[in-house]
């Protein structure tokens, strides 16, 4: 009986700590979110913008998700890293640029003519301006 107990009690902490960590950090990193910002904008997501910024940034996510719905756009070498901090906010600075396509004329968007400011919201990093 002692023996049941003490696998079950093993099973039940390895299952606490297995849902413990699905459910932290679910966005990844500050780097992360940013990549799947930047994904969500060239799909005109508009869904997934917002669910990946801060209350406050909610609203340029509508308005940058718009931004490209009219055209083909694509993430050409974007990557992305920490670049340091300010005040709260972790800064991400990213490479690459965006590819957009409209009447047959290509145009790029470079990444890297800001960084991201992102913070910790609601247990998640998320998107909330540009420095």
Known sequence: MKQQLRILFIALFGLATLVAACQSGGSGSAAQTV??????????????????????WEAQARIEAASFKSMKATLDNVACKDAGTDGSATLVACTGKIVTTYNGESRDWSVSDKQFKVVQDRGDWRMCGYK
Do not use: E
């Open 35 to 56: 990549q799947s910002y930047l994904q969500a904008r060239v799909q005109s997501n508009v869904d997934t913008m917002i669910g990946l910024s801060c209350a406050s």
